[in-house]
């Protein structure tokens, strides 16, 4: 079991940045790759940006590439993604999640989640 919880959502204009922060705790914290998904009103959830478990892999959706970076302490409980450049259409709820797929591949299906987070609203205002 794997608790999540993300801080550092906002309101910010349109060019400007925000950096989220998740923490993982429980008896398993720090043996899942880790993701930022989010979730749009009336859109289906994407994820965002992922790390493998294994390894230093990453993986970006083709809208944040550039903008944003996920990264990661040693211990693998604590991911925070910088958010830069950002633009209206990144407005959404973004959760932090854990995967129990402990490979060199990151997860980039929603559906492959086992853990999520209670969510952070980012809003971008143009």
């Known amino acids: 079991q794997v608790q999540l919880v993300e801080s550092g959502g906002g309101l910010v204009q349109a060019g400007k940045s925000l950096r989220l922060s998740c923490a993982a705790s429980?008896?398993?914290?720090?043996?899942?790759?880790m993701g930022w998904i989010r979730q749009a009103p009336g859109s289906e959830r994407e994820v965002v940006a992922a790390?493998?478990?294994?390894?230093?892999?990453?993986w970006y959706t083709d809208s944040v590439k550039g903008r944003f970076t996920i990264s990661r302490n040693e211990d693998k409980d604590r991911t925070w993604l910088q958010m830069d450049s950002l633009k209206p259409e990144d407005t959404a709820v973004y959760y932090c999640?854990?995967?129990?797929?402990?490979?060199?591949?990151?997860?980039?299906?929603?559906?492959?989640?086992?853990?999520w987070g209670q969510g952070t609203q980012v809003t971008v205002s143009s």
């Open positions: 999640a854990a995967s129990s797929e402990r490979g060199y591949t990151p997860v980039s299906d929603p559906n492959q989640y086992n853990y």
């Open positions: 429980g008896r398993t914290a720090g043996w899942h790759a």
């Open positions: 790390f493998s478990w294994l390894g230093d892999n990453k």
